[in-house]
C-alpha cells in the first residue's frame, strides 16, 4: 500500500513540476530553467544525503554496468521533453502522453528482460489495458 502511495504522490508532484517549469520558462529559457531546476535538486539531495544517509560517492564507481550512471543526463533531457510537452499541449494532454509512453516503455523493458530487470512473460491483460489507456487519450483529445 505504501508503494501505491508513494508512486501516486510521484505522479502529482510530476505535474505539478511540469507546470512550475513551463511557467519559469516563459521568463527565462527552456535551458536555464532545466539548470534551475536540476540545480535546485542537487542541492536537496546533497542536503538529504548529509542528514540521513552518507554513503561515499565512491560506490559509484562499483555501479555496474557503467552506463545505469546516466540517469542524471536522462533526467535533464526528462525535464526538457516534460517543460516542451506541457508547453505545445497543456498540462493534461502532455501528462497524459507521458504517463502512456511510460507504461508501454516499462512494460517492454519487464517483456524483454532488459537492464537487468526479471523477464516477464506476454499478458495480453496488460496489453489489453494498455489498449485501454491509448483509447481514454484519444477520447480525452477527441473534440466535438
Known amino acids: 500500500m505504501v508503494g ?13 513540476q511540469g507546470v ?3 511557467q519559469v520558462t516563459k521568463d527565462s529559457s527552456i535551458w536555464t530553467a532545466n539548470v534551475f531546476v536540476q ?4 542541492l536537496v ?6 542528514v540521513t544517509d552518507r554513503t561515499s560517492f565512491g560506490t559509484l564507481l562499483k555501479v555496474e554496468p557503467k ?4 540517469g ?3 533526467g535533464a533531457f526528462i525535464t526538457y521533453t516534460v517543460i516542451k510537452g506541457m508547453e505545445l499541449l497543456g498540462p493534461a494532454k502532455a501528462v497524459m502522453l507521458i504517463v502512456i509512453a511510460q507504461l508501454i516503455v516499462a512494460y517492454l523493458i ?6 537487468g530487470v526479471e523477464k516477464q512473460p ?13 483509447v481514454g487519450i484519444v477520447i480525452f483529445k477527441w473534440q466535438s
Open 4 to 16: 501505491f502511495l508513494i508512486a501516486l504522490l510521484s505522479g502529482a508532484l510530476m505535474s505539478v
Open 20 to 22: 512550475f517549469n513551463t
Open 39 to 42: 540545480l535546485t535538486a542537487l
Open 45 to 50: 539531495c546533497l542536503g538529504a544525503w548529509a
Open 67 to 70: 552506463y545505469m550512471l546516466l
Open 72 to 74: 542524471g543526463v536522462i
Open 110 to 115: 519487464e517483456l524483454f528482460g532488459l537492464f
Open 122 to 134: 506476454l499478458s495480453m491483460r496488460k496489453v489489453l489495458g494498455m489498449g485501454v489507456a491509448i
